[in-house]
């Protein structure tokens, strides 16, 4: 079993900056990636940023060149570094975390309002 705990979000106004931070129960090399996912009200669970063990990262078009994701190893964190924010990044942030056997992990979710 794992545990996720997700912080950082909050309301911010349209241009400003979030950190959001996923602190896992377990090694976060023992998983194939980590991932942060969002939802909006009446939309569809999207992924946003993933990075996989080996270092690899990849984005999702509509946050390219604004969203940074990273991780912390030593402290089993990874965090989503969220710059030039726009109210359509509002959402229900998750952290995922696929375990080596191809078994999925969620967070509670962290909610960020974006303020025009």
């Known amino acids: 079993q794992v545990q996720l705990v997700e912080s950082g979000g909050g309301l911010v106004q349209a241009g400003g900056t979030l950190r959001l931070s996923c602190a896992a129960s377990?090694?976060?090399?023992?998983?194939?990636?980590m991932g942060w996912y969002r939802q909006a009200p009446g939309k569809q669970r999207d992924q946003v940023a993933t990075?996989?063990?080996?270092?690899?990262?990849n984005y999702a078009d509509s946050v390219k060149g604004r969203f940074t994701i990273s991780r912390d190893t030593a402290k089993n964190t990874v965090y989503l570094q969220m710059n030039s924010l726009k109210p359509d990044d509002t959402a229900v942030y998750y952290c995922?975390?696929?375990?080596?056997?191809?078994?999925?992990?969620w967070g509670q979710g962290t909610q960020v309002t974006v303020s025009s």
């Open positions: 995922k975390y696929r375990r080596i056997d191809g078994r999925d992990y």
């Open positions: 990075i996989f063990t080996g270092g690899t990262t």
């Open positions: 377990r090694s976060i090399l023992s998983t194939t990636y």
